[in-house]
Each structure stands twice: as C-alpha cells, then as structure tokens.
T-cell receptor, first 111, second 113 residues
Framework: QKEVEQDPGPLSVPEGAIVSLNCTYS??????FMWYRQYSRKGPELLMYTYSSGNKEDGRFTAQVDKSSKYISLFIRDSQPSDSATYLC???????????FGIGTKLQVIP | DTAVSQTPKYLVTQMGNDKSIKCEQN?????MYWYKQDSKKFLKIMFS???????INETVPNRFSPKSPDKAHLNLHINSLELGDSAVYFCASSQGAGGNTIYFGEGSWLTVV
C-alpha cells in the first residue's frame, strides 16, 4: 500500500462546476498537508497548506483535512478553464522529514 | 525574476555519458532539494540539503551525486547515464524545516537514448 493514494483521473468538468479532489494516506504521523498545482511542462506550485485537521479557505479553493479518516480534500468553486492542471496532494510529519506526494489528479475544465 | 532556476531545461544524451544539471535559488532559502518525476508523473525526493549539509538522501544510485557549493546552489551530477534515468528532474527550495512550503523550479527534461 502506498503511503499516499490519489486517483490520477483524468477528471473532466464543465466550467463553473465545483470540483472535489481527494487523497487518502496511511501514515498517522503526517501533520502538514499541502496541495500543489502543476501545469503541463511546468514545476509544481504550492496552492495551500494546512496543519493538522480542519478547513482552510483561499478564494475559490478550500482545503479540508480529516485526520481521523486519513483523508484530505481540495474543493474548487466556480471552476475555470485556467484551473485545468494536475493537482498533487503532499504531506509530511514536520521538521526536516521528507514530503510525500500523491501521483496527482489531472483536471480538465471544459468551457 | 525566476525564484528557482535550473539549467538545462532539456537534455538529450546517450547512455554511458556523464551530465550535470545546475540549480540556483534567489529566495534566500537555506534548504534545497532534488526531486525526480518519472513517466508516471510520480514525484519523489532524491536529496535535500540544509545550509550545504546533506539531510535527506533517499535510495538513489551512487551514480547521482549532488553538490552544494553554497546555500543558494545545488547541482546534480549523474555518471554513466542509463535509459531508466530518463525523467524530469526538479530542483526546489524552502526556508529551514519548512518542507511544507516548497518552491519548485521549472524542471529539467532528461532523455537518455
């Protein structure tokens, strides 16, 4: 079993839809949870990070962490064609411990 | 003004050759990384340096040798290249133990033929 599981997609949605992206993990030591966006042939860019359980909102993006279920989510409201990218979840246990990435979910928002 | 820059962006080379990828960051960070993204898009850490000191060294063949001349630079040298080394290599940086806020470069596409 991989430490971090993420459905690679692709996920196609119409413009304006609410998108839900998810990851599950097995390592209960993980405390920091991140979402990165990666456009084609570019490096990943950090979208959001949260510490421990709870919600965090930034504009159209909301990150949720449920540590009891070892499940994290990223919601995108009013999705735009410019949101079309691969979204990678990532997590670590803090300090200088390595960050473990999911495989990424490829999202396409259709105009 | 690029925060994490790496060169070359594209590299095609023959098996058995030795090649280097250079990385520089102007964010003032003290921790730098090399990540490898394979054909399945899986992103895995290779090395991490903090203030020029190696702190993470994943199970990477000895043919890969990172070098950090100062905390703003982390280069990757690869000896005796193999077909399986074909991948995208990303340099990245963060401040301190801030592994949760990593800034990535644009990537170096390495193809071994």
């Amino acid at each position: 079993q991989k430490e971090v599981e993420q459905d690679p997609g692709p996920l196609s949605v119409p413009e304006g839809a609410i998108v839900s992206l998810n990851c599950t993990y097995s390592n209960s030591a993980f405390q920091y949870f991140m979402w990165y966006r990666q456009y084609s042939r570019k490096g990943p860019e950090l979208l959001m990070y949260t510490y421990s359980s709870g919600n965090k909102e930034d504009g159209r993006f909301t990150a949720q962490v449920d540590k009891s279920s070892k499940y994290i989510s990223l919601f995108i409201r009013d999705s735009q064609p410019s949101d079309s990218a691969t979204y990678l979840c990532a997590m670590n246990s803090g300090g200088y411990q390595k960050v473990t990435f999911g495989i990424g979910t490829k999202l396409q928002v259709i105009p | 003004d690029t925060a994490v820059s790496q060169t070359p962006k594209y590299l095609v080379t023959q098996m058995g050759n030795d090649k280097s990828i250079k990385c520089e960051q102007n964010l003032g960070h003290d921790t730098m990384y090399w990540y490898k993204q394979d054909s399945k898009k899986f992103l895995k850490i290779m090395f991490s340096y903090n203030n020029k000191e190696l702190i993470i060294n994943e199970t990477v063949p000895n043919r890969f040798s990172p070098k950090s001349p100062d905390k703003a630079h982390l280069n990757l040298h690869i000896n005796s290249l193999e077909l399986g080394d074909s991948a995208v290599y990303f340099c990245a940086s963060s401040q301190g133990a801030g592994g949760n806020t990593i800034y990535f470069g644009e990537g170096s596409w390495l193809t071994v033929v």
